[in-house]
Every structure is written in C-alpha cells, then in structure tokens.
C-alpha cells in the first residue's frame, strides 16, 4: 500500500474520502486476485471521474489509478496499460495551467500505447491515440511538443475511428485535425493548403454529424468551419465569408441565448468579424458595405451584453474594441 494513496485519502473529506478509503481497503483484501483488486481500483476512479464536482474527484481518481498500477504492473501489463490510459484522462482534466499534468498525461499515454499497439483492442488503442493527440496539441500551444506529432496520433486514430462505425469520435477527430492544420506556422504557400486541409477537416465531419443527433457537435463544427472560411488566404475572400454566414447561422439554429447563452455570443461575435468584411451586394462590391456594418455592430452590442452578465471580462473589453472600429468606419462613411 502506497503512502501516497493513504495520505491522500486522509486529507479528503466527504464523500470521495469515503469512496478513496473503502476503495484502498477493497483492495487490501487478498481473497480476490491482484487483477480483480485493480481492475476494481480502476472502475472506481472512473466513476469519480466521470461526472467531477470538484478538483478533488480528480485527484482521488488519479490516487486510486496509481494504486491500481502499484498492484498489477509487473504481472498484468495489458491491464496496467489500459489503467494508465485512463489515469492520463485524469491528469489532462485538472484545472489548472500548469502543464506538469499535461505532460504527466503524455508520458502515461505512451506508456500505454506500448503495450496497447501490441496486445489492446483497436478502439482502446485508437482512443489512446486521440487523447495522445490532444495531450501534445495543447503542449505545442506552449512550445513543449511539435503540432505535427499531435497530427500524427490523430490520423493514427483514424485507421479505427471511421466515418461509418464511429461517427462522433471522427468528427470530433475531424474538428481537432483542422484545429492542429490552422495552429501551424502559415508560410504563404503551405498556409494555404493547411488552411483548405482544416476545411476539408470540418466539411468531412459534417458529413456524418447531423443537428437531430448530436446538436451541440454539430453546432461547433459549423461554427469552426465558418471561422476557418473566414480567416483563409484565398482569392475567393468574399465567397468564403458568404459560406461563413451561412456556417455561423446553421451553429445559431442551435446555439441561442437561452440554452447556450457563451456559445452563442461566441458565435454572433464571430459571424459580426465575418460581416464587416462582406459587401452588402457580393455581385457589386464596390457600393460597400454599410448595412453589414450596421448588422455587425447590432450583433457585437449584444455579445458585448451577454459577456458582461456572465463575467467574461476579456471578452466584452475585445466587443467594445470592435464597437469602437465599427462606429469609425460608420462614422467615416457618413462623412464621406
């Protein structure tokens, strides 16, 4: 019994206390085998887990997943890597900006996928993959790993993770393949193919997420896809913001500002971006385009309400930046 496990599970309180110290004690019991007492280490950590209340569910769960590893890793390898698999979820949900638990994560994952490319089932091992893939996106966000490598264990999860058998875990592999494109360094020539990759990304994946069935995907698809049409370097700049709004208005047929009142502010404050650039008459963009402005002022007003009622300080401080440019070139426009 590790001295870890019971000074964590002395300093819990409430319920995960209780559920931490009948756990550790379960697993002193030697009448079940060393496999049966992980195995029912590791089931508990995944129900604290599942649905955390507060940080500590986490780091109960990470407490339990290390005491199952201590019990089974030299006779049950496959078990250990499937326990450390699960421990690296653990380790990535941690709030916190710290990125020791990401790169904790990492090496739990890797450690895992040794054993699993070998002997795991192909779904466990293509969700290894996926979270492998994310573990290394955000530490290239910090310069701690390369975006290439996170592409890499993406794809690599697609050879089990198809359109056909798993839809929802391919476009959510899908969304992150485009998000991994667009974080890339832009040179002008690769950028752009980078840029249409990370569309192909999001148009595949909306080939098989559908609003009925999975509203909130299909929500954020159309809204990175309008985001990733709006920002592309092509000739065809007004053509793609047309296709933005169209993208914004499908994620706004489900994102409204009663159910889901941050994602929908996110999405107007995005297609109000996409309007300022867009003619009022794409087929005669020399009249300008001061309806659209007018539009996208209307659109950054009520983002701007709906961030200072939640408290999205940052937020509201960028609407009244883009109120303020909006009103100057509404204001020159008068003028002229």
């Known amino acids: 019994m590790t001295a870890g496990a019971d000074s964590f599970a002395a300093s819990s309180s409430g319920r995960v206390h209780e559920l931490v110290r009948a756990g550790l004690e379960a697993a002193r019991q030697e009448s079940s085998s060393v496999a049966e007492r992980a195995d029912m280490l590791m089931e508990l950590a995944m129900g604290l887990q599942q649905r955390p209340k507060t940080p500590d569910h986490l780091r109960a769960a990470v407490a339990l997943y290390d005491e199952a590893l201590g019990l089974c890793a030299e006779g049950e390898p496959l078990l250990a890597a499937r326990i450390r698999a699960r421990k690296g979820t653990a380790l990535q949900a941690l709030p916190g900006t710290d990125p020791g638990f990401i790169e904790a994560a990492r090496a739990e994952y890797e450690r895992a996928l040794s054993v699993l490319n070998q002997s795991g089932l192909p779904e466990e091992l293509a969700e290894a993959e996926l979270n492998l893939g994310l573990a290394l996106q ?24 198809d359109a056909r058998r798993y839809p929802v875990e391919f476009a959510i592999l899908q969304n992150n393949l485009a998000t991994a494109f667009l974080s890339l360094p832009l040179t002008e020539e690769r950028g ?85 650039g867009l003619p009022d008459d794409p087929a005669r963009p020399e009249l300008g385009h001061r309806e659209n402005l007018r539009l996208a002022r209307k659109l950054y007003e009520l983002a701007r309400e709906i961030y200072l009622q939640h408290g999205e300080v940052a937020k509201q401080e960028l609407m009244m930046e883009a109120l303020a440019e909006v009103d100057t070139e509404l204001d020159g426009l008068a003028r002229g």
């Open 138 to 161: 955000e530490l290239a966000g910090c310069g701690r790993a390369r975006m290439t490598d996170a592409i890499a264990a993406y794809q690599r999860a697609l050879r089990v993770f």
């Open 192 to 276: 752009r193919i980078r840029e249409a990759l990370a569309v192909q990304c999001f148009e595949q994946a909306l080939k098989v997420i559908n609003m009925v069935d999975h509203p909130s995907e299909y929500a954020m698809l159309q809204n990175n896809l309008g985001n990733a049409l709006q920002q592309a370097t092509t000739s065809h700049a007004i053509e793609n913001r047309m296709r933005a709004v169209v993208a914004y208005d499908e994620a706004l047929k489900v994102r409204t500002r009663a159910t889901a009142p941050l994602e929908y502010a996110n999405t107007i404050a995005n297609k109000a971006n996409c309007l300022c």
